[in-house]
């Protein structure tokens, strides 16, 4: 089991920036992946960004490319989703998750952290 606790979240003016973190406890050591996505009402949830927990890989998904950048501290075991310029669309509730070791998805996630953008 891996437990995961998002925080950072807030509301904010479009054009400012927020950094969101996840902090990962228990079976660390069998995190493979872990990716941050977003639902925003009447939406259904969609990919953010992931990077890998060894080699630090990452991928974004086209809208917040250039904007939105992730990151990890492995000795915190915390990933970070540093959120620039940010834009009204890109509210929503904002979800870490965990993709152990030899499993094909998502298996572990957080509760959510609400980023709201004022226009």
């Known amino acids: 089991q891996v437990q995961l606790v998002e925080s950072g979240g807030g509301s904010v003016q479009a054009g400012d920036s927020l950094r969101l973190s996840c902090a990962a406890s228990?079976?660390?050591?069998?995190?493979?992946?872990t990716g941050w996505f977003r639902r925003a009402p009447g939406k259904e949830r969609e990919f953010v960004a992931d990077i890998m927990w060894s080699g630090g890989v990452t991928s974004y998904r086209g809208s917040v490319q250039g904007r939105f950048f992730i990151s990890k501290d492995n000795v915190k075991n915390t990933v970070y989703l540093q959120m620039n310029s940010l834009k009204p669309e890109d509210t929503a509730v904002y979800y870490c998750?965990?993709?152990?070791?030899?499993?094909?998805?998502?298996?572990?996630w957080g509760q959510g952290t609400q980023v709201t953008v004022s226009s």
């Open positions: 228990g079976r660390t050591f069998s995190i493979y992946r």
């Open positions: 998750a965990v993709q152990p070791g030899g499993a094909g998805q998502y298996d572990y």
